[in-house]
């Protein structure tokens, strides 16, 4: 009888320690379908760096997804958009993209487009805004930077895109540069 007791004890106490993992799986979900996201920006990004073919995000409502493209063309013909090798596109699963702040404007997350990214121009803001039930994350690459950061937001209508921000370009260091 004892036994017993001790054993329902036991799985109490692991059942109290693994109830609350589990809650946390769709956050967790969502984050790390935000952070995928962030790394396609940053891989972009990287590529906008190092080279100058041309490249463009991408993407397609109808899917959920975005790709990473590269213009290419082959020798005595006009080029096309293809995916971008080693570029795996992004799916989403959870989290839907309710609004995109892209060169060309603010678009709802029904819209398809695509914002060129590379082809030795410097890379563009942009910023997402996706959610799920549950929760709000923002996914953007600054202009000219290298790496894509993920911020989780109290609610949609805390997303600022930092193209909507304004900056000193003086304080910044940018004085000559045209604006």
Known sequence: MVEVIVVMLLIGILGALVVPRLG???????ASEAESLAGLLTLAAQRAATSAQPGALEYAPASRTFSLLAQAAAPGQASAWQLAPLARPVR???LTLRRAAVPGG???GSTAWRAPIGGGTIPPTISMLL?????VWQVE???GATSARVIRLP???AWMPS???VRDLDAAGQRDKPW
């Open 92 to 94: 989403l699963e959870r």
């Open 131 to 135: 959610a799920d039930d549950q929760t």
């Open 163 to 165: 193209s909507a921000i």
């Open 24 to 30: 946390n799986l769709a956050e967790r979900a969502a």
């Open 106 to 108: 603010l678009l709802p």
């Open 141 to 143: 690459l600054p202009e």
């Open 155 to 157: 609610a949609e209508g």
